[in-house]
């Protein structure tokens, strides 16, 4: 085996295209590292949600077993398990290099409910038990076929009878423009190997193209917004996911049918805007209702057609659960609710109604007092979580906050909030963010389970301190010794420094 011993070239973005030092170079994924980090829909108490809305009984998130397929190095999972050491996850991927690179890490955080396996899903004789979640993040649409129908057989082997299988992919109708552009970037990289001259050579094509693509043709045009978008990647994301061996978006109705074979069935996609039809049906469904036969799997199918889509995140179950689409208010019953959220004026100032303004800006107005108040309790806890108990005695209320989950302004899980605001005496920052800061990453995990950016060394190194054995003053004397930082200043900075860290969901204690 040829072995890693070069750098690949510089990053442009967050991707580290660098091989792990002294890997066996096997795949394209041990040559050039791909990004790790938490996905928040994949997490089981998000998974979850969608179960409770549609009236499936599921695994609780703190007891459970959680297998990903393709997890790279496993930093997804090693985020769910940091916050439920009673469940237990196991992760395969076929690159020898990410699972070593996840093992230093489960083992430096000391995650002993991580197992991961470097293992080709092909060749998987193993038999890794029953689980409860299944998790197949960036993988299905990157895969040769054979891959995608022993991916579908393992899910439809291991997936536990309450369980919940999230499986997302690039999707077709969207997906059509990029696979032009991978027409272009194929040819552009014609024989070259060498990952650095690969993405020089994409770049340099993506900037020609859109230099030659006219504005006044409405195809050029979207495929030059395309061909923007694709430069702003980062570059690993480029180099696997554009220029990989294997790229075919899938449409919905194929996944669909590739479950089915399995004897799994599709419960509904886990972005949340795309449940507001089944949770309440517009004419648009009843007028697409006679052509679908009854199959809500076909409704979408003909939804992704009419939108365009490109992303599709699947959650699938087992084929013979009792799937209640539909509105009920005593579904959200024991979930959790936060949302970023401000009460900005009180009726009767200048206006009708209650106006309220999220954080992504959109503003609201509601002339219900109680909703009002719902709302600007969970603007004050935010970013933590309030509990929904007992909600489904007041339906409008539930109705609202269903809403509001659906235009993602709110956000649901079956989980309260796994961090701290107030750090204590001796402050204890996530295990997992404490190790990743000392290996220098620069995206750590937040027990939010949120890739959390942090540019700043000094903050990073902030980070890795806080092992819960440290005073605040002994925290403020270790500070000082990072350069042209002062135990005053560090001393003073703290209280400050720990506010953000917990706000962004790094602190446990
Ligand atoms: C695009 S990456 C996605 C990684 C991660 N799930 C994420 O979304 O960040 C695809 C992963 O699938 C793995 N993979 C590809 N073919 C595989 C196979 N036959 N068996 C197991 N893993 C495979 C690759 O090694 C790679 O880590």
């Excluded at 795949?27 to 791909?34: M, P």
């Excluded at 990029?178 to 993405?199: F, H």
């Amino acid at each position: 085996m040829p072995r890693a011993s070069r750098k690949c070239g510089s990053t442009a973005g967050s991707a580290e295209l660098i091989p792990t030092e002294g890997a066996t170079v096997t795949t394209a994924y041990d040559l050039v590292r791909y990004p790790s980090w938490p996905i928040p829909e994949t997490h089981p108490a998000a998974l979850a949600v969608f179960a409770a809305l549609y009236g499936l009984s599921f695994v609780p998130h703190y007891g459970c077993r959680v297998l990903e397929i393709g997890c790279g190095e496993g930093v997804n999972l090693m985020s769910m398990a940091v916050t439920t050491p009673g469940s237990e996850f196991v992760g395969i991927d076929l690159a020898e290099t990410a699972i070593a690179q996840g093992r230093a890490t489960a083992r430096a955080a000391g995650l002993g409910n991580v197992t991961l396996v470097a293992q080709d899903l092909l060749r998987a004789t193993t038999d890794l038990g029953r689980f409860d979640y299944i998790v197949a993040h960036g993988f299905y649409a990157w895969v040769p076929e054979p891959v995608r129908l022993a991916m579908m057989r393992l899910v439809g082997r291991s997936l536990g009878p309450d369980g919940l299988a999230f499986v997302s992919y690039n999707a077709r109708p969207g997906c059509r423009l990029r696979e032009a552009l991978r027409d272009i970037l194929l040819d552009a990289t014609q024989g070259l190997e060498d990952p650095s001259e690969k993405l020089e050579a994409a770049h340099a094509a993506l900037r020609r193209q859109i230099g030659l693509w006219s504005e006044a043709d409405p195809f050029q045009h979207a495929l030059a917004i395309e061909a923007r978008d694709m430069l702003k990647r980062p570059p690993a994301l480029l180099f696997h996911d554009e220029l990989g061996g294997t790229y075919a978006p899938q449409l919905l109705g194929a996944v669909v049918e590739a479950a089915r074979a399995e004897g799994l069935e599709y419960l509904c996609d886990a972005t949340p805007e795309l449940n507001a039809e089944a949770l309440w049906p517009s004419e648009t469904f009843e007028k697409a209702l006679p052509s679908t036969g009854g199959d809500w799997a076909r409704f979408e199918q003909i939804s992704d057609f009419a939108d365009m889509r490109r992303f599709r995140r699947s959650i699938f179950c087992r084929a013979d659960r009792g799937i209640d689409r539909g509105f009920a208010p005593e579904r959200l019953d024991g979930l959790f609710a936060s949302a970023e959220i401000a009460l900005v004026k009180q009726e009767g100032e200048e206006r009708d109604g209650f106006l309220l303004r999220a954080g992504n800006g959109a503003e609201l107005t509601t002339r219900d007092p109680a909703f009002a108040e719902l709302l600007a309790k969970l603007g004050l806890a935010f970013p933590m979580s309030l509990s929904l108990e007992g909600i489904g005695t007041y339906p409008e209320l539930a109705r609202g906050l269903l809403h509001l989950f659906v235009s993602g302004i709110v956000t649901l899980s079956t989980a309260p909030s796994g961090f701290v605001l107030t750090p204590g005496e001796r402050p204890l920052a996530s295990p997992l963010a404490r190790t990743q800061a000392a290996q220098g990453e620069t995206h750590l995990a937040s027990l939010r389970h949120k890739p959390v950016h942090l540019t700043d060394a000094g903050a990073r190194a902030f980070v890795a301190l806080m092992d819960g054995t440290r005073t605040r003053a002994e925290l403020a004397r270790a500070m000082a010794d990072q350069p042209g930082v002062t135990e005053e200043k560090a001393a003073a900075r703290l209280p400050e420094g720990l506010a953000e860290m917990a706000r962004l969901g790094l602190m446990m204690g």
